[in-house]
Structures are given as structure tokens and as C-alpha cells.
């Protein structure tokens, strides 16, 4: 005999199938679950590399900035862009340009300390040598701290000579599409204070093998001041025609 008359065989089997249904959507949903947690462990660390990239490049551009910035005082002083580096009698390299431009950056106390005489490696500069300046260095552990990728584009028809200051009156072509400093492969980068910097051939050596810190491309400068992201894929000739300062190449908006 059926103790509970209002539960009729039929609503019994009924109430049996409703829970079955209702367990059948909860794994579903469990099982969607978890293959949503486990895209999201995947996709996690991409989104962190990508999150991770960004922020270099937005420290780089903050960077070159305050790198253009001291440039566009150095050059309102003496009516010309330091020269790539200083030499002595004998035509020995001895100071970057990075080092020139120390007063414009809020490091005048460095700048005195530096025997401009003497070497950038000798003994005597050995406090500012031994010196970490975030401004010129990546925000990366992918090099050392004192290590620089930010290095002058040089050359006879560059932005900067090797020796000489750069007059702006030689620079005739559009100064939005001349380079001036440039982001280089991390196999390139330098002491911040070695007159070491770019030239042409560095620059049109950038391609998709090189070991980049920034995917795709390189942070750089151009004389008028402004920032842009130079794809690797680039091609030869538009880097040649950014390079030089008094070619009157005819460059393109969008192809680089």
C-alpha cells in the first residue's frame, strides 16, 4: 500500500527523471567549468607575457622621452647634437654621448664626479661606471642594469657624427622621419658610458631573428621629438631613407 496517496507511480517516476535532468545539467555545467579553468591556464601566461610587453615598451617610450627631452636642451645650448663621442689626442674614443647629456637629465652631481679627460672605463670614473641609471636601460632583467639598448643612430650622413657635433641645419629632411636613437637587439646593448652606438648596418641587420626585448620590433626616436614602434619587417631601402638626414627619400606614412 502506497504510504503517501499523493505521490502517484507516474509523479514518483517523474520526480526521478527531473532530478537525473537536473544532475545532467550540473556535470555539464561542471564539466564546462572546467574546460573554461583550463583555457584560462593556458591563455594566463600568454596574457601575462603580452601584459608584460606592454609595460616595457611604455617604460621605453617613457625613457626616450626624457632621452629626447635632454637632447632638445643639449641642442638649444649649442646649436648642434653632441657628437657620438669625445676622443683625446690621439683620437682615442673616451665619453659617450649618453654622458654629455647627463646635466639635462637631473644628473648634474654624476656628471661633475666624471673625469672627461680620462676614459669612460678608466679607474678614475669608477663611481659613475659602477652607476645604474634606470633612464637609459630597459624595464627588463634581460640584460645587465647598467647596460644600455638605447645608442645613436651614427654615421656620415646620420644624425650624429662619431667626433664632430651635428649642426640642425644639416638636417634637411623631414625631422619626423629621421632617426636619431634607437632600441637595438639585446645581444647589442652596451655599458650606458661606452662610446659605442648604431650604425646603418646594425640598423638594417633588425629582422624577426633578432633577440628582441620588444616582439615585433624596436622603440625609436626621431629628431622631431616623437616616439613610433619600428617593425622588423621593414624594408631596407625605408630604413636607409630614415637613417639619413639630407637624402630627401621619399618615405611613405604607413610603411614602416
Known sequence: M????SLSPGSVAAASLRKRGLG?????????????????????????????????????????RQIALALEKYQAIHQAFPPAHTVDSNGRPLHSWRTLILPYLDQERLYEKIDLSKA????ANAEAFGTKLPVFHCYSNAY?????GYLAIVGPDACFQATKSRPVAEITDNPAQTLMVI?????????????????????????PNSKLLHQGGVSALFVDGHLQFLRTETDVQIRRALISINGNEPVSEGSW
Open 24 to 64: 545532467s545539467i550540473v556535470l555539464r555545467g561542471l564539466a564546462a567549468c572546467g574546460v573554461l579553468l583550463a583555457l584560462l591556464a593556458l591563455l594566463l601566461p600568454l596574457f601575462n607575457r603580452n601584459a608584460a610587453s606592454a609595460a616595457r615598451r611604455v617604460q621605453c617610450y617613457k625613457n626616450l
Open 2 to 5: 502506497n504510504e503517501n496517496p
Open 183 to 207: 632600441e637595438v637587439p639585446l645581444d647589442k646593448t652596451v655599458h650606458w658610458m661606452k662610446p659605442v652606438d648604431a650604425d646603418e648596418q646594425l640598423v638594417l641587420s633588425i629582422g
Open 144 to 148: 645587465p642594469q647598467n647596460h644600455t
Open 120 to 123: 669612460w672605463d678608466d679607474p
